[in-house]
């Protein structure tokens, strides 16, 4: 019994090392969205960070400033989303669909 839990025990240490790398490694790894057909184009990584922004003058209208502000907030949360779901597919990929309260 003892030799089961100190197997466990070093699994379970072995996975913690391997999600401290991967939250580190998502720091560096990105996804893109768009809002707009391309006008505004969001890159957010894996911590959830905006990375950066662009938008085209095409669609920078003074008449118009609430468009630009809802693409951009699209654009945005659509990276969000897409940046929590590379983490969420890569943490399961280690737990192998444990959920652990606190890591995804």
């Not at 560096?28 to 960070?49: F, I, L, P, Y």
């Amino acid at each position: 019994m003892a030799q089961n839990f100190g197997n466990i025990m070093k699994q379970a240490q072995k996975m913690q090392a391997k999600i401290a790398r991967l939250q580190e490694e998502m720091g560096s790894r990105t996804v893109e969205a768009t809002a707009g057909g391309g006008m505004v184009t969001a890159v957010v990584n894996g911590k959830n960070e905006l990375v950066s922004l662009k938008i085209e003058k095409d669609v920078v209208d003074p008449e118009d400033i609430e468009m630009l502000q809802d693409l951009i907030v699209a654009a945005v949360s659509e990276g969000i989303r897409m940046a929590q779901e590379m983490v969420s597919e890569e943490m399961t990929k280690i737990t192998g669909g444990l959920n652990i309260p606190g890591l995804a």
